[in-house]
């Protein structure tokens, strides 16, 4: 559709703050629930740890800004992103007035072969407990994207997303019990996540310690995925 602007209508009339995105991605890592971080080669705060982002180009969306900067600055691609939050405050970024839209990305960690990019020095896992001090407003960003992360286990299933294919229960079950930060009891676990009816077995089974290998499940394509985990799991 065509819009007439005023003749005497002036683009730089207005102040044009600049707009970046950052993607926080979630996986699980030996065992624990980890973010990826880029450490940045540039100022500001060169040598800091930071979030995988970037300046949204003029020709682009949000979406796509999002899935070039995990592209460009970790090599990762083709993973499940969610947009976040918009986080504004006037002096987050100490070069000019920017404001940016946050996702998140869940990956299971055998998919991510991640690597450091161009204005990039390196990459790593990280404990969310234990995070290395941050550029900009990153640790008020990661907190609020676990936060969304445990939420959006009482109506979803994101969690599946951190998984491989196919899966255990014990490991399905550690995949919920990392994003909650809570021990849920084993029995009641498998007998709600059975009855939900959002799994299916392979046929195939993978050995787990000592005792009978375990069967393995996929996730229901087809299946509505109503999990509420806070719900099934008191």
């Given at each position: 559709?065509?819009?007439?602007?005023?003749?005497?209508y002036?683009?730089?009339a207005?102040?044009r703050?600049?707009v970046?995105?950052?993607?926080?991605i979630?996986?699980?890592?030996q065992?624990?629930?980890?973010?990826?971080?880029?450490?940045?080669?540039?100022?500001p705060?060169?040598?800091?740890?930071?979030?995988?982002?970037?300046?949204?180009?003029?020709?682009?969306?949000?979406?796509?800004?999002?899935?070039?900067?995990?592209?460009?600055?970790?090599?990762?691609?083709?993973?499940?992103?969610?947009?976040?939050?918009?986080?504004?405050q006037?002096?987050r970024?100490?070069?000019?007035?920017?404001?940016?839209?946050?996702y998140?990305?869940?990956?299971?960690?055998?998919?991510?072969?991640?690597?450091?990019?161009?204005?990039?020095?390196?990459?790593?896992?990280?404990?969310?407990p234990?995070?290395p001090?941050?550029?900009?407003?990153?640790?008020?960003?990661i907190?609020?994207?676990?936060t969304?992360?445990?939420?959006?286990?009482?109506?979803s299933?994101?969690?599946?997303?951190?998984?491989?294919?196919?899966?255990?229960l014990t490991?399905?079950q550690?995949?919920?019990?990392?994003?909650?930060?809570?021990?849920?009891?084993?029995?009641n676990?498998?007998?709600?996540?059975?009855?939900?009816?959002i799994l299916?077995?392979?046929?195939?089974?993978?050995?787990?310690?000592?005792?009978?290998?375990?069967?393995?499940y996929?996730?229901?394509?087809?299946?509505?995925?109503?999990?509420?985990?806070?719900?099934?799991?008191?």
């Amino acid at each position: 559709m065509s819009v007439e602007l005023p003749a005497n209508y002036d683009p730089n009339a207005f102040e044009r703050p600049s707009v970046t995105v950052d993607v926080v991605i979630f996986s699980l890592v030996q065992d624990e629930l980890k973010v990826l971080l880029i450490k940045r080669l540039a100022a500001p705060f060169a040598n800091m740890w930071a979030i995988p982002g970037s300046f949204v180009r003029i020709d682009e969306s949000l979406e796509e800004a999002a899935v070039r900067a995990l592209a460009d600055e970790t090599g990762v691609t083709d993973v499940y992103t969610e947009q976040l939050y918009t986080f504004g405050q006037p002096d987050r970024d100490p070069r000019t007035r920017v404001i940016t839209v946050a996702y998140f990305a869940l990956v299971p960690h055998e998919a991510i072969h991640h690597k450091a990019g161009r204005d990039i020095s390196k990459t790593d896992w990280f404990t969310l407990p234990k995070l290395p001090s941050l550029a900009f407003d990153h640790a008020e960003i990661i907190e609020y994207a676990h936060t969304r992360l445990r939420y959006k286990l009482e109506y979803s299933s994101v969690g599946f997303q951190l998984l491989p294919d196919v899966f255990t229960l014990t490991e399905l079950q550690k995949a919920y019990e990392f994003i909650l930060g809570e021990a849920l009891d084993k029995r009641n676990f498998r007998r709600k996540i059975l009855s939900a009816e959002i799994l299916e077995e392979t046929g195939e089974r993978k050995k787990e310690g000592e005792g009978r290998p375990a069967m393995l499940y996929r996730y229901r394509k087809d299946a509505v995925a109503e999990v509420k985990t806070r719900r099934l799991f008191p």
